[in-house]
Nanobody, 129 residues
Framework: QVQLVESGGGLVQAGGSLRLSCAASGLAFSRYGMGWFRQVPGKEREFVADISRSGSSTSYTDSVKGRFTISRDNAKNTVYLQMNSLKPEDTAVYYC??????????????????????WGQGTQVTVSS
């Protein structure tokens, strides 16, 4: 059974930092591209970042470029999202997702969340002003 478990969310002041983690089990982690999405009530799930199977390529939505960094440790089956210079508009539930890929170096900006095969339950990030 595939499980993706996010952690590291919480309450932080604007300008602060958080590091999210997503631990994967039940799948061949290195065969999956990994992504982070976020969602606020009443809105669609929004792409945040993606990383290739090897970790050599990354993609970001424009609003987080220069502030967020996605990384992965294939030995630990874990993907991370380092979030710096947080803003109140970053407040959301953050989800990690796994996408089976043949290309080890492929990373992409994803419009349709349905492209991902597996999802975690999410972790709340709240940024106060």
């Amino acid at each position: 059974q595939v499980q993706l478990v996010e952690s590291g969310g919480g309450l932080v002041q604007a300008g602060g930092s958080l590091r999210l983690s997503c631990a994967a089990s039940g799948l061949a982690f290195s065969r999956y591209g990994m992504g982070w999405f976020r969602q606020v009530p009443g809105k669609e799930r929004e792409f945040v970042a993606d990383i290739s199977r090897s970790g050599s390529s990354t993609s970001y939505t424009d609003s987080v470029k220069g502030r967020f960094t996605i990384s992965r440790d294939n030995a630990k089956n874990t993907v991370y999202l380092q979030m710096n210079s947080l803003k109140p508009e970053d407040t959301a539930v953050y989800y990690c997702a796994a996408d089976y890929r043949l290309n080890v170096a492929q990373s992409k900006v994803v419009v349709n969340p349905n492209e991902y095969d597996y999802w975690g339950q999410g972790t709340q990030v709240t940024v106060s002003s």
